[in-house]
């Protein structure tokens, strides 16, 4: 597109600047000192200067899935559902720590019951120890009319009752200890559980994205990675949508900032090495209702990526960011622009079609048409572009230039010199 409009100025400036007063079918440019301004053009598209990132949860959670997104360019609300993911390995494993919850639930009331049960019944050995202790207390009256065998096994139950009753508190002071133990340690794995599953359930209640500030949302894309699987080669990451699935902490979506817009460009390696900061931009946006504003370059990547990955023919683009002076409320990230950069100026100077510069002799010439001939003029030339050069010494304007090399017999054989500051050199050729 470029080279044709290129082509199409060129004609229309030869063909309001040529004059062919001789009859020989060689076209002349008639030489005027004017601005010599170098352009180029190239499509790029609109982006916010600033964007403020939707990120999705955080956690080691496994795989993630959208399984809902806010359609790219939508105008959103704070608190709108904007994004809904599935976590399948989250959920399973929210599901088994509930249900591991439940079951140390129903074993924490299980123990308990069996501890009190347990208490209850030692407390009933140990109330009917102390009643028999009792009552042997109140048999020792007999032991004073008993005889001595009689005496001894009074003294003996006595005894027995009394080691019966120690046993009993014993087994009763180690049967609550144990009991409180096992509450505690179920209590304190419940706490656990508990705590980890209010983690997991803040994980799924993560995965529904709320907006948290009104504006206009737009589509990402992650990384794109290759890989190598049993079914061959294979990519993963590109344009985030319903159903891709996130392996990395990337935006799904972003709030661009309207206010401060930019244009992204891809220029080829010949106008990148002509592309400077602050070089001035003319920007037209169709979509935009053939919108026209202006700019100027921000920045340019050093890093270039290769055009036709898999052709013999590898050409080099490199990004431009272009700054948008003035900013309209039809402008929106993601149009298609088109961007006229330009490139150098020089005001009031010399300025030929390239194609009218000719090497004779290991310098450069111009055919410069007297009467009927045309005389060969050196010439020293200045910046360059792909239609114009300037001409910095040999012509002082008003000439008429042949834009093709005539043929030998009508190149004039006379040499001509001119002193002073406007010397021009000719050549004299047989």
Known sequence: ????LYLLFLSVLLLVSCNSKKDNGILTYHLVKSDYIEKTGVAGTVQAAVNYPVMPPRGMFGQRTVIKLAADGAYVKMGDTICILNAPELESNYRELITSIETLEAGLKKTEADNKLNVALLEALLATS????????????????????????????MKKTLIEKQKTEKKLAATKMIGESEIRQINARLTQERTKAQAMAEQLNSMTIIAQRDGM???????????????????????????????????????PDLGKMQ??????????????KGQQVFITVDAAGKLIT???????????HTAQKYSDLKVKFYEVIIDIDSCHSKMKPGLSAYCDITLQVAQDTLFVPTLSIFERDSAR?????????????????????SSFTIITSGLKGGEYIALSEPPNSLISRVKKERSGSDTVKTYNHK
């Open 263 to 276: 244009v992204s460009a891809e220029v080829g390696e010949a106008e990148f090495k002509k592309i400077e």
């Open 294 to 304: 202006t700019g100027r370059i921000n920045r340019k990547s050093l890093i270039g």
């Open 365 to 385: 010439v111009v055919y410069i048409a007297e009467k009927e001939k045309y005389t060969p003029v050196k010439v020293e030339t200045g910046l360059s572009g």
């Open 130 to 157: 102390e009643a028999q202790l009792k009552i042997s207390s109140l048999d020792s009256l007999r032991m004073k009319f008993a005889t001595t065998v009689q005496a001894k096994l009074l003294g003996l139950e």
């Open 1 to 4: 597109m470029k080279v044709l």
């Open 217 to 255: 949302v737009m589509r990402t894309e992650s990384p794109v990675f290759s890989f190598i699987g049993p079914s061959g080669l294979g990519t993963i990451g590109g344009p985030i949508k319903e159903g891709s699935v996130l392996f990395l902490d990337t935006p799904v979506l972003q709030f």
